[in-house]
Nanobody, 126 residues
């Protein structure tokens, strides 16, 4: 059973920074993709940033230049460094993982990633 546990959320003022972490356990294969997603009240869940099994990264336009996704394979941890935070970044943030090589593949199939964490709340005040 794969477990994803997020941490690092909190409340910050606009312009501030937070670093989210996602600890992965229970999956021993070396190749899988991961991503960060978020959901605000009354809105649909949206993707934020993704990292493929080859280490390549992609970002949604809303966070490009402000967020950085990275992965520490030795510790099985996914990170999301969030800088220049805006009130519209306020949401519950989830990490997700999938055994397919790319989150683009997952989304093209019209399915959700296989594994999800429980989420960590990020609140940005103006």
């Amino acid at each position: 059973q794969v477990h994803l546990v997020e941490s690092g959320g909190g409340s910050v003022q606009a312009g501030g920074s937070l670093r989210l972490s996602c600890a992965v356990s229970g999956y021993t294969a070396s190749r899988y993709c991961m991503g960060w997603f978020r959901q605000s009240p009354g809105k649909e869940r949206e993707g934020v940033a993704y990292i493929d099994d080859d280490g390549s990264t992609r970002y949604e336009d809303s966070v490009k230049g402000r967020f950085t996704i990275s992965q520490d394979n030795s510790q099985n941890t996914l990170f999301l460094q969030m800088n220049s935070l805006k009130p519209e970044d306020t949401a519950m943030y989830y990490c997700a993982a999938d055994p397919r090589p790319s989150m683009s593949t997952v989304r093209a199939l019209g399915v959700n990633p296989l594994w999800w964490g429980q989420g960590t709340q990020v609140t940005v005040s103006s």
